[in-house]
């Protein structure tokens, strides 16, 4: 009787430890907040959520809640003893348990370099930027420090989202509310080089301040839950297309990663940075999910940012280092910076002008596009660790369609559309500049041109304005060793 009773306590005891739902601890080099995320698993309804908010309230080492989610996640924060930490591990209703710690901008320091860039096959600039889409129509939210309001390069197309997750976080009064306005700087600058007007990739977005970083830059990632939950609650309510850019990052943390899978699974793509450690991008959050669009740094010059970080995880690359954007010092300043903060809102803009062209694309479409029509190849990756050159995806971001250029005559005054070999997509005009002395006499000579016949024309004019006698000639079809001759 003795031997049955201790194998009744032994399974006792297995099946306990079995109903223990897992602590997903913090790396031992991250900065800890104290607090712990509670996930509940995905079939809890909103009332159960409520009813283990007022339970668990009873066990926290501060009598409160400190955030909750409902939407992207069901899911609460709050200060655990030792001790209540395995009570809540017992609860049926629990998936897993997460030790909170800090995330962090992931920001290091006349056409601009970055756009001149991504809107050609070479490498060679052609001081040029015509995209096919403005990003029109499509909402870009900025998870980020927040973004002054009133810099004249974002056209009063930065909005509040409607929430401040510091704001609530730090619980202030209305008086002391920031309502997402910058007080660090990143967010401003990272808005620019999604829509500003000078420095954006997509130049008519409309950008979303969803403040979740603090005046230092960092926060707790349950702020940033806070904020992402938000964004599923309220984004379908706008009827619009819309993006989350987040120049963000932090050590892996499982909740954020299925707070993105939600947003994707909603129908909202989630584009985001590798980071700046030079280390596996799959070893950070938001990182590492394979819902994210996940963006790696290049430098002018088409090698990589020095400090980007790399692996199978990254998605797509993008300009980061030494990148010109607004300062939000002043309604009109500018300064460089790097990051791959910066490369990630280059993205996002690319995205929403997509999205603007064709609105059907899911995130996962989108991604895949993007992916399509990047340049291959175009990156020197000597820079990364040998191991990593063959697994980071050598693909340069693309925004096909744009053309033009000027060219001074007493140069070589050869050109050659940055497109080529790719066809053009339809409705684009192209505008070539030939620039000269007054008077000074110009030949031009076409060594080949393909041209669709009849929606396609070359008109060569020695003005702007490209009619009357200004017009010197309409081609049209496929043309070789044709010369036109005129005076600037």
């Not at 938000?230 to 984004?235: E, F, G, K, S």
């Not at 706008?238 to 909603?266: C, E, H, P, T």
Request: net charge neutral.
């Amino acid at each position: 009787m003795q031997a049955l009773w201790i194998v009744c306590l032994l399974a006792a005891a297995t099946c306990a430890a079995e109903s223990r739902r897992p602590v997903l601890r913090a790396a031992p080099t991250a900065v800890t907040t104290g607090n712990y995320v509670v996930v509940l698993r995905k079939n809890t309804t909103t009332e159960t959520l409520y009813h283990l908010l007022s339970k668990a309230s009873k066990y926290t080492d501060d009598a409160k809640i400190h955030r909750y989610a409902e939407t992207v996640a069901k899911a609460f924060t709050l200060k655990l003893s030792p001790y209540s930490l395995e009570v809540l591990r017992r609860w049926p209703e629990v998936d897993y348990i997460e030790e909170e710690h800090v995330a962090y901008g992931t920001q290091s320091g006349q056409i601009p370099w970055h756009l001149d860039r991504i809107d050609q096959r070479s490498r060679t600039p052609n001081y040029f930027y015509q995209p096919i889409a403005s990003g029109a129509g499509v909402d870009v939210y900025i998870v980020d420090t927040g973004i002054n309001y009133y810099h004249e390069e974002l056209e009063n197309r930065a909005i509040y989202a409607g929430y401040d997750a510091v704001d609530v976080y730090l619980n202030l009064s209305r008086s002391d509310q920031r309502r997402g306005l910058d007080c660090q700087g990143h967010g401003t600058h990272v808005s620019s080089l999604c829509g500003g007007k000078t420095y954006g990739s997509a130049k008519g977005a409309t950008l979303l301040s969803l403040r979740v970083l603090d005046c230092a830059g960092s926060a707790p990632w349950s702020v940033v839950l806070d904020a992402l939950d938000y964004v599923a609650r309220t984004a379908p309510q706008r009827g619009r297309k819309a993006i989350v850019s987040m120049s963000l990052g932090g050590g892996y943390f499982q909740s954020i990663n299925d707070a993105v899978r939600n947003l994707y699974s909603l129908g909202i793509p989630v584009i985001v940075s590798a980071g700046n450690d030079r280390a596996d991008a799959c070893t950070q959050s938001p990182a590492s999910s394979p819902y994210a669009i996940t963006v790696g740094g290049t430098r002018n010059g088409d090698g990589v940012y020095v400090y980007t970080n790399y692996g199978s995880c990254v998605t797509i690359l993008s300009p980061g280092q030494s990148v010109l954007g607004a300062d939000y010092t002043c309604n009109n300043c500018s300064k460089y910076l790097s990051g791959t903060s910066m490369a990630t809102p280059i993205v996002s803009g690319v995205a929403a002008m997509l999205l603007q062209r064709e609105p059907s694309l899911t995130p996962a479409a989108l991604k895949a596009k993007l992916v399509a029509t990047a340049t291959v190849g175009a990156i020197d990756f000597s820079g990364l660790p040998v191991q990593y050159r063959n697994v980071t995806p050598n693909k340069l971001v693309y925004i096909p369609g744009s053309c033009g250029g000027v060219v001074n005559a007493l140069g070589k005054g050869y050109i050659s559309s940055p497109n080529s070999p790719d066809p053009y997509p339809g409705k684009i005009s192209c505008l070539w500049t030939i620039t000269g002395h007054s008077t000074e006499l110009v030949q031009l000579n076409v060594t080949f041109v393909n041209l669709e016949t009849p929606s396609d024309t070359l008109k060569v004019c020695n003005q702007p304005s490209c009619s009357g006698s200004n017009l010197l000639a309409t081609l049209t079809g496929n043309l070789c060793n044709l010369s036109v001759l005129t005076r600037i």
